[in-house]
């Protein structure tokens, strides 16, 4: 009886997480007890192939970053508004990777955090309020985000007058696709037309808000060219051009530390946001911008504070994780695993139709799943029969995009390529064992 009571005890509590906080695999939860590198273990020891955890960027409970972890918290974790020394060296290393007009740093505890204070710096620098987002974006959880975030609010509230919707420049689905001549400008030319309406209406913009790497819009690599040209219309317009690096930065793309240095070298955003990865784990993130803006901000009259944000222990794991990147040259591995990953997965998607695009860089891929690769519809219902499949063989997998039909991989850096065709080979298994052979033959 006893047993039975603890069990309906577990059941209920399990049923109202559900209803509180998402789940991966709802039906069917993973518990998860201990993880190393980019492998996950259940309560019975059951390992799993970890495709997804991108915040644990350079593995699961990495030595190095619990032993520096450890050893900071046996010594000091103060408040941020004290003196120290790795808070001063880690905004020195971190300088080292951007571009060197941005070079001021404000360390706060998580992306949603970090996104926020930087839509305060951009409204305060510009005195104006109006923000341009693309669609399907997500930015983070507070109310502010929610506002900027069309993956949310179309769900919500809806769309507030002070947000403006632009195209998202996606060129396998969207208004102008790989046959296009100058996908990059087209794209742009959709802001600048956006940016004409807003100013016709008497309104004026703070700043164009996007990540860096689309993730939550399905995985989206963006064309190139497209980012000079929108800043160029944003400054024009009076606004700062703000990258979200929350889900892409410290190395994922591989051939560069950070996404947005994909549209070319000389580019440089206005407002940087870092997060998830930035402490493996650990709650981290920071703003980084000019000394302009931040000077403008400074001199609001308002202080600004931030208790936990950058104190020495965060520091201590963000110094950590800089040097496992570097010890363990992780953005060579990110080239070298991305590389064969996507190529395997490009073989796959020559063999079966439902398999529509594969696109990514480094360590962020994703392939999206059609029913129709004329109508390009969504095969919905398939990506998450497939991602329930492989977790049952032990690969943790999950969907992405507006209409959650691409698989997407954000696995732990240390990810090898072993991994990458235990993962491919996992696919095409349960593909053909599961779902639907007239949708998985040419």
Known sequence: VASDTYVCLVFSLLCRCRQSCRLFFSHEPLKIVKARGQYLYDENGTQYLDCISNVQHVGHCHPSITKAATAQMELLNANSRFLHDNIVQYAERLANTLPQKLCVFYFVNSGSEANDLALRLARQYTQNKDVVV??????????????????????????????????????????????????????ADTVKNLIDEVQNRGRKISCFFVESLPSVGGHIILPPGYFPKVAEYIRAAGGVFVADEIQTGFGRVGSHFWAFQLQGEDFCPDIVTMGKPMGNGHPLACVVTTKEIAGT???????YFNTFGGNPVSCAIGLAVLDVIEKEDLRANAVRVGSQLKKLLKQLQAKHTIIGDVRGVGLFLGFELVKDRVALTPATEEAGLLVQRLKERH????????????????????????????????????????????MWST
């Open 134 to 187: 693309l669609n399907h974006a997500y930015h983070g959880h507070l109310t502010s985000l929610i506002d900027i975030s069309p993956y949310k609010f179309w769900k919500l509230e809806g769309q507030k007058e002070w947000v403006h919707v632009a195209p998202l420049p996606d060129t396998y689905r969207g208004l102008y696709r790989e046959g296009h001549p100058n996908p990059g400008q087209a794209y």
């Open 297 to 303: 901000f400074t001199a609001n009259g308002v202080e």
């Open 395 to 438: 690969i943790c997998l999950s969907t992405d995009g507006p209409w959650a039909n691409v698989i997407k991989f954000k696995p732990p850096m240390c990810f090898s390529m072993e991994d990458a065709e235990r993962s491919c080979t996992t696919v095409q298994l349960t593909n053909s064992m599961h779902i639907g052979m007239q």
